[in-house]
């Protein structure tokens, strides 16, 4: 299929929305600033876009904000000082992949959405959560790494019936909680490390599987998540 190619030459001081599939937003280092209660950065019913190497910053609402879109790409990214960070809302099979999100109130966050992959994103010194997910299934979180969380929906949060993700080597350092599971069945996670968090490392109220992970601290005691203790691991 034909693609084109949008590269950014200054800041932008405006909300950018995509209204055609298969382009190349390349931010090229520069910087879009939300001025006011929108999303910066908006894509509708779209497929095959991507975003790339973009700043998106100052949003009352969501930095960058899918709906209904499906097989988009953001890649590199810098999202900072926004409400919602990234926002997937009825948006499929997205690949999200090394982006840095912080100092967001939510930072990552996936509502009714299946089949979307986080791979290699940086998440740090968000406030409510770094990685939110509401009623969404299927997805893949692998070696994400996410710290300094203050809010109650902890580093990695699932919430609301979402249910059947897995979740792959994430490191979870530093946070209030660290991973948050609220309901949902037969979440998967797999060698992850969940350590320093200063409430808890995992808070589950629902139906996961696990192995191989390493924290401390678990509510309740019984819970099924069994690991290998931080000072173990090294």
Request: proline share 2%; net charge negative.
């Amino acid at each position: 299929l034909a693609t084109k190619a949008c590269t950014l030459t200054t800041d932008v001081y405006e909300p950018i929305q995509i209204d055609s599939d298969y382009i190349t937003l390349d931010g090229n280092g520069h910087t879009v600033i939300g001025t006011g209660y929108q999303e910066v950065v908006y894509l509708l019913s779209r497929i095959g876009v991507t975003i790339k190497n973009l700043n998106v910053k100052n949003a009352d609402y969501s930095g960058i904000y899918l709906s209904h879109s499906n097989n988009n790409t953001l890649s590199g990214n810098t999202i900072s000082n926004n409400y919602l960070g990234i926002t997937l809302y009825f948006s499929n099979s997205n690949i999200i992949t090394d982006n840095t999100a912080e100092y967001n109130a939510y930072a990552i966050n996936t509502s009714y959405s299946i089949d979307n992959t986080f791979t290699g994103n940086a998440v740090s010194h968000n406030y409510s959560a770094g990685f939110h997910f509401d009623n969404s299934n299927n997805n893949t979180l692998t070696g994400n790494i996410v710290s300094g969380t203050l809010g109650a929906y902890g580093g990695i949060c699932m919430d609301r019936n979402s249910s059947n993700n897995n979740l792959v080597g994430n490191i979870v350092l530093n946070n209030t909680f660290g991973f948050v599971i609220f309901g949902g069945y037969n979440n998967a996670f797999v060698a992850n490390t969940a350590c320093n968090n200063s409430t808890y490392d995992f808070f589950v109220q629902g139906f996961v599987t696990e192995s191989d992970n390493i924290c401390d601290k678990m509510y309740p005691d019984d819970n099924p998540i069994k690991c290998i203790p931080c000072s173990v691991a090294g």
